[in-house]
């Protein structure tokens, strides 16, 4: 709590009602934890820096999942992970697709405490520019062809047959307002995330290689999506009311896939004390620079392989 910039009268106002704690014992360990005055709030600093060569050598021996975790995921997620040759790029893609898969699942949910929680997560991949992260738009096509196949589902279940003096009719529902979409942009306003929610049923995926995306539309009067985010994190209740019209989305599902370096991170999570910070798996790596002949014949085009 020192180190994320955590007042020291909030902690222990924190501590004592959710722990039960000798109240002597807290104020001890508490008053130990911030003697050093100079390490009060230096986590944002750290992070911001990390692009140096002291911060991102931390990053060179981060873990990679282990080979006993592929054996054991399902068959359908296997083919599209053995094209990866890279230990750490099939890492991002398998992350990623679990995001994607986490967004699909819909209703599936479980109870955690007193609630209902459903599948869909929050993943940060954070690396230096040109470090693979690319892989991470394979997951991307993957969702697009989901995507494309719902629609068309939807499409479907809006056909209604009905017969007229013997004669069979069609009608094909093609409103705009009817169409769904799993996939929302990321630049978006929070108007435009609401709609999209309501649209798709409270279910959403936001997947983006560069996470300025969200940043760019968050520094805007008209995208500020960060409540929304938190709120859809836990899906607790969206609601939004103007003159024109009131909506209301009970239980937002929203999952979110995205990359960037440790700038654009700072840059979007700026404070870890507004919660947006907690929600997310961060998945930290650095890798050194290394030429890759993009011409070589050996080259395989991924995006056609999982075509």
């Not at 104020?27 to 992070?47: G, V």
């Not at 909506?247 to 840059?267: D, E, F, H, S, V």
Request: hydrophobic share 35%; with cysteine; net charge neutral.
């Amino acid at each position: 709590m020192q180190y994320a910039g955590v007042p020291r009268d909030i902690t222990t106002s924190v501590i004592l009602k959710n722990f039960d704690i000798p109240e002597r014992e807290l104020m001890n360990c508490i008053k130990s934890a911030y003697k050093r005055k100079e390490q009060f709030d230096t986590f944002r600093h750290s992070a911001r820096t990390a692009t140096s060569k002291t911060s991102t050598s931390s990053f060179k021996n981060s873990p990679m999942i282990p080979e006993w975790i592929y054996k054991e995921i399902p068959e359908i997620l296997k083919p599209s992970l053995i094209l990866i040759e890279n230990e750490r790029e099939r890492d991002l893609l398998f992350l990623s697709l679990l995001i994607v898969v986490s967004s699909v699942l819909g209703d599936s949910k479980t109870q955690y405490g007193s609630q209902d929680i459903f599948a869909h997560l929050y993943l940060f991949v954070v690396a230096r520019a040109a470090s693979g992260k690319g892989s991470m738009d394979l997951a991307r096509l993957i969702a697009v062809r989901l995507d494309e196949y719902m629609l068309k589902q939807h499409m479907k279940e809006k056909r209604s047959t009905s017969s007229i003096g013997g004669e069979e009719k069609v009608i094909l529902i093609s409103n705009k307002e009817d169409v769904h979409s799993l996939l929302i942009a990321g630049n978006v306003s929070s108007a435009g995330l609401t709609t999209d929610l309501l649209l798709n049923g409270g279910c959403g995926l936001i997947i983006e290689t560069e996470a300025d995306t969200i940043s760019n539309s968050n520094e805007q009067k008209w995208g500020d999506t960060s409540v929304m985010l938190r709120k859809a994190f836990h899906h607790e209740m969206i609601s939004t009311s103007r003159k024109e019209e009131s909506i209301k989305i009970p239980y937002p599902r929203l999952g979110i896939c995205l990359a960037g370096t440790p700038n654009q991170l700072t840059r979007l999570l700026q404070s870890v004390e507004n919660g947006l910070f907690s929600r997310f798996i961060f998945y930290l790596y650095s890798t050194p620079p290394v030429w890759i002949d993009q011409f070589s014949e050996d080259k395989k085009n991924l995006k056609n392989e999982i075509e």
